[in-house]
């Protein structure tokens, strides 16, 4: 079933991707239990029913679109193989463990589904790309995360003049945003933080990880001052947020970003632009309001501590937890606990300063009667403890050769470079923000993987060079 917009016919499939891209940060009046860690994502259901129309498509037409031959995928079976057989070398355990009134197995098992719905997403995804060519793809996933944006930036200016300016007669105004899908208006009047419509400050700023790459590609494709607009808003949201983490890998995806410009010549002008503009505006910035970024400044840069101020105890938790974990993975080195397992173990390596003080711990990660089970907040660390050295290796070769691919790509001058620079930039925002959190829900890894595998095997419409296939 093919929609048509602007007289260019998309599949069905595609259509519900695009939306679910479009609705990715809209998420904070969704809650479905039963779609577990995915429980906060409206995106999922557009995904899901993308995949529904894939399913029909396959019983009509016999096929599916697979890239089993691709590279990529193989290292992707082979850490699936691995975590099958940590889980059969550490059976005897697994069964035996028991928290929260959630076995070892129930734990693996619902991991490896999880593990399992992302991959399923990335063959949604795949199948539906490769009907398209890659700049028309290009096109149309990033329209659909600029409509999102701009309804965000709505959101996140009421919000800002209601929550940092006490404009609290726009409150009515922004509660509009309740009858919007998938939203319910909450404002942090006690820390002062923004969330935007996201159900929190951290999603919120994964959200803007995640739409920093599509942003800064207005710079190149676009002639007019506004192109500059979406990209110069993104990191007034990320300061705005309050996440430091969010601040710094945004920050690190704009220097990459800018840095592959000097491989382009005809790019070489807008760096220039950019670095003497930014310059100029960064001095007067600072001529009046110096005291005010060098103190914010500092504070960020400071906020890591375990002591005495706002950030203390979740700096405590997370620092603990990582530090547990990695205890987990010295005492197994090779096999890890098995996928899933990293809490029933980690439980017993919990440092003294982690828990002293630290109402997270008690009401929530170490209390039975509380349903989550304790984050790892660190997805490499996390694969140490549940799948030894050998499995993180597998995963970081996957993430490793893809960022290469870019690389070569984009050093080599290829004529779909943009692409690639747009690849590169989100995988690096991936792999740093996996520094924090520790789930394989990241939708736009599996986005930018299938992307990937649609350039470097021949079948997008716009072919990639030799050099690159070979």
Known sequence: MKLVFKKHKISLSLFLILAGFFFIPFNSGINIPFFGEFSRESCVLFFLASGLVTLFEILFKKNIYFPKSHFLIHLIFLFIIWIIVSFFVNFNDIQGYELKNTSGLVRFFSQITSLIISISFFIF???????????????????????????????????????????????????????????????????????????????????????????????????????????LLVLTFAFLSGSRAGIFIITIQFIVFFLCFINFKKYQTYLIKLLFFGGIVTLLIFAFKGRIITNYITEQATSFNIDGDEHSISNKSRFGIQYANYEVFKNNPFFGVGFGQQSFEAKKYYPRWSLKGNWEFRLKYLNDNHPSFVPGYNLYIRLLAETGFIGLIIFLTILVLSITMCLIAIYQKNKNHLIYLIILTSLVGTGLNWLKVDSFRDYIFWINLALLIILTSGLSKSKISKRIES
């Open 125 to 231: 995804y795949y199948n539906a790309f490769r009907s398209e060519s890659i700049w028309t793809l290009l096109r149309l996933i990033r329209k659909a995360f600029l409509l999102g944006f701009a309804f965000v930036s709505l959101y996140v200016l009421l919000e800002t003049l209601i929550v940092k300016l006490k404009f609290s007669f726009l409150q009515d105004l922004l509660y509009l945003f309740d009858y919007f899908p998938f939203t319910d208006v909450k404002l942090d009047l006690g820390l002062n933080r923004i969330s935007g419509p996201t159900f929190e400050p951290p999603s919120f700023a994964t959200y803007l990880i995640t739409v920093t790459p599509w942003m800064l590609s207005y710079i190149i494709t676009h002639k007019i001052i506004l192109k500059y607009i979406p990209c």
